[in-house]
């Protein structure tokens, strides 16, 4: 990577550290360091289970245990197991912990306004822009995709959630029994893959790629969960197949889809997909596309 963007998101880190006091162990003025005060925060109204509060802050099951500790002894929250299975602990916040997670939420609105307060309108408005942006990228980042068995759960959790939107969406409806749809042996390597993408642990988009022999490799269940949508993923699951597809020596790759997903035949167009006569009697499609493919595939600074 290149040695300026390096140093350049150093300088911001040792910015944003300082500015929002981060440095110091009584974050906003309370008793307790950042990583206590975020836990407050996360464990909300409705309480988390420990093992997902870990996944969400990417943190080691020991430090969650250690402040986790502190807070119970602070009489801010109680930890418990579930009746179901005891090897699930649940954590929720007590009446005194939702008094200081108020407290808490009051001084970090002073904190925010602080940081603008100083700018004029415009600048205001340029620096929050700016925040979005940042967020939405380095919340990109966060995502992990990974080449999964097409039977996994997550898997399965992916393609429930792609077909309820394809049945909401297509004038039709949808029946995956009526569709060319692959089975899970067409998905699974040597005959083709299967990706899962995931975001704090929890998946939120899913791509097949099938390989069949003598003919050009075909993308298929192509789907991003709603909410992290405008993360850049699509892009990337078109990536990362088209760049496999060439690792088996193909040199087409294949898709087709229905007229109701316009953003998606948008993305196939801006990725190089040109449109072609149909190849196959997928009746829930009216589009197919195609492109030529060889050597490196575009990588992710450019997505």
């Known amino acids: 990577m290149d040695a300026e963007q390096i140093e350049q998101v150093r300088r911001f880190n040792r910015t944003v550290t300082e500015r929002v006091g981060v440095l110091h162990d009584r974050y906003l003025g309370r008793d307790r360091p950042i990583g206590e005060a975020r836990l407050l925060w996360e464990i909300g109204e409705q309480g988390q289970d420990v093992r997902g509060l870990r996944e969400r802050l990417g943190l080691d099951s020991g430090y969650v245990s250690r402040l986790l500790r502190s807070l119970e002894s602070d009489g801010l929250v109680t930890v418990e197991p579930q009746p179901q299975d005891r090897r699930v602990r649940t954590v929720r916040l007590t009446d005194a912990g939702r008094a200081e997670r108020a407290v808490l939420d009051r001084r970090s609105d002073e904190l925010a306004g602080s940081l603008i307060e100083p700018l004029n309108t415009a600048q205001r408005a340029r620096l929050v822009a700016a925040m979005a942006e940042v967020d939405r990228l380095l919340t990109a980042a966060t995502v992990m995709v990974d080449a999964v068995d ?40 040597p005959h083709g893959l299967f990706l899962v993408a995931r975001m704090h642990g929890e998946p ?4 097949g790629l099938k390989l069949p022999v003598g003919a050009p490799a075909e993308i298929k269940r192509m789907w991003v969960a709603p909410a992290a949508r405008g993360l850049g993923l699509g892009r990337r699951f078109l990536a990362e197949l088209e760049a496999r597809a060439v690792e088996h020596g193909r040199d087409v790759l294949r898709l087709d889809t229905n007229k109701a997903l316009s953003a998606a035949i948008g993305l196939y167009h801006s990725c190089g997909f040109e449109e072609v006569p149909a190849f196959n009697d997928e009746p829930y499609a009216h589009h197919w596309f195609e492109k030529h493919i060889s050597g490196p595939v575009t990588g992710p600074s450019s997505r």
């Open 150 to 189: 097409p039977d996994s759960p997550d898997a399965k959790d992916c393609l429930r959630a792609y077909f309820t939107e394809l049945q909401e969406r297509f004038d039709t409806g949808f029946e995956p029994g009526l569709s060319l749809l692959p089975d899970a042996g067409e998905l699974r390597p």
């Open 204 to 207: 939120i988009g899913c791509a």
